[in-house]
Structure formats: C-alpha cells, structure tokens
C-alpha cells in the first residue's frame, strides 16, 4: 500500500514516462510508440473538453466514480444497444497507467484502488493533463500530440474543435474505430460530441484551467 501511494504521489508531480498499456504495447511489437508528452498549457482547451462531452461529462463533479454512468451502461447492456462502458476518465487513467489489459474481477478492484488514490493526491487538472498523454488513440499511438500528428498533420495546440470532438470519438475501442479512416458511425458521432461540447458551456467549463 505505502508503494502503491507513493507512486501515484511522485506522478502528481512527475510527468509519467511511459504507462503500463505502452509497456504492454512495447513488449509485443517491435516498432516504435508514437508518444509526445505535453504540458497541459501547450494542448488546445477543445481537447479535455471534447474527451469530457464524450466520455464523462460529470468529470467536473465527481470523485472518480460515476453510478449514473454506471447504471446507464448496465442497461444498455441488458437491452442489447451498442455498449460504451461506465468508465469515468479518472478510471481510464487508473487503467492505462498503472494496471493491464486483462479484464478480471483482480484488475477491475486494483482500478477502483488506484482511482481513488488520483482522486485523492491529484488535482482534476492533473488528472486530465495526464489522461491526455496517456490514452490510446490509434495503433501504437499515444495521446492527444502524437494522435494530431499521425492523423490531422497538426499539432495538439492548433487542432481545431472539429478535429477535437473527432478525435474523442475513437474511444473506447481506438482500433475499429481508427483516426485515419473515420467511419460514419464516427462522424456521426463526432457531431453530437460538438452539440454536447456547447451544452456544456463550452471553453467556459474549463476556464480556471487556461
């Protein structure tokens, strides 16, 4: 427990190098992760705000755990719609940086775990800033910088909205759902992530942050 606390403390000030998904990725692929680590300041405020209209919109409010969320995709399981988990980004980040792949009832605890430690040290910034550079966007491709790069020839500070709410639409499964290749379930989509983006408040939800 002491090490488990004092890793999630070093990374609230330590910008983490590589996450347990990378790793996992490094060891069964010889090519190289595209991972381009960037300050929270240098990422445009339409990305954490696309990312919160997709995939957690109560980021704001909760402490890691959404049981709205939860329910909803409980149902959706039950009447057999299209299933996009219950995950809060403060889980997504337990996941991807400290835990693995496997789904099992050892890794879904251990994720519970590790999301109240973030939720508890970090700061809601912090958690963003971090999930940000950490999450999967496309084969081998890590985060929000290297995902503009790859798939919009830009960077991570001059993509567009347009761009943004595309790009938050690869989640949760970034491989069928690729970047270079947007489907119209994906642009489809992409446009009810701008709708709720405005519903939001638009860049006013995140202005303490920039």
Not at 17 to 34: A, H
Request: proline share 3%; charged share 20%.
């Amino acid at each position: 427990m002491l090490v488990s606390i004092t890793w999630v403390l070093v990374y609230r000030y330590v910008n983490p190098p590589v996450s347990m998904f990378m790793l996992g990725d490094c060891l069964r692929s010889d090519q190289s992760l595209k991972h381009d680590w960037k300050d929270l300041e240098e990422i445009n405020a339409y990305l954490p705000l696309a990312f919160i209209a997709s995939e957690d919109q109560r980021f704001l409010q909760h402490h890691g755990f959404d049981l709205d969320a939860i329910e909803k995709a409980f149902h959706e399981i039950q009447s057999g719609q299209r299933f996009r988990g219950g995950s809060t980004i403060s889980q997504q980040v337990a996941k991807n940086l400290f835990l693995y792949r496997e789904q099992t009832y050892l890794r879904k605890g251990l994720e519970a775990y590790f999301t109240v430690l973030i939720e508890l040290l970090w700061s809601k910034d912090r958690i963003m800033e971090v999930y940000l550079n950490i999450v999967e966007l496309g084969d081998l491709t890590y985060g929000v910088s290297a995902a503009a790069e790859e798939y919009f020839s830009t960077t991570a500070q001059n993509i567009n909205q347009y761009q943004a709410a595309l790009m938050a639409t690869a989640l949760p499964s970034p491989i069928s759902y690729s970047l270079s290749s947007p489907s119209p379930y994906m642009k489809q989509r992409s446009k009810w992530v701008l709708r709720q983006m405005d519903n939001l408040g638009g860049l006013r939800l995140l202005e303490s942050w920039y």
